[in-house]
């Protein structure tokens, strides 16, 4: 079975910068879109950004411009760099598989605060 593992999260002030990784295992990888969700407390999960096999990405309206997603098949890890951070940033960030069966990290949390 596919197991993707987060790691990056912590506690930063406004402003400032953090970078989140995930590692797969047992994941052919290179052929599956990936992804970042994430999901405050008492709100829906939502996604942040995406990169598919091709490299293609996409972002969410709230983070284009200020996060970057990107991979690396050879190490069968995927980053997303977060730069000028806002408390509206704060939440567990997830790290997905997609295809036939999707797969989901259990999250790292982010937080951002004065």
């Known amino acids: 079975q596919v197991q993707l593992v987060e790691s990056g999260g912590g506690l930063v002030q406004p402003g400032e910068s953090l970078s989140l990784s995930c590692s797969a295992s047992?994941?052919?990888?290179?052929?599956?879109?990936m992804a970042w969700y994430r999901q405050a407390p008492a709100k829906q999960r939502e996604l942040v950004a995406t990169?598919?096999?091709?490299?293609?990405?996409t972002y969410a309206a709230s983070v284009q411009g200020r996060f970057t997603i990107s991979r690396d098949n050879a190490k069968k890890m995927v980053y997303l760099e977060m730069n000028r951070l806002e408390p509206e940033d704060t939440a567990v960030y997830y790290c997905?598989?997609?295809?036939?069966?999707?797969?989901w990290g259990r999250g790292t949390q982010v937080t951002v605060s004065s």
């Open positions: 997905k598989q997609e295809g036939p069966l999707s797969y």
């Open positions: 047992r994941s052919i990888f290179s052929i599956y879109d």
């Open positions: 990169i598919a096999h091709n490299m293609k990405t």
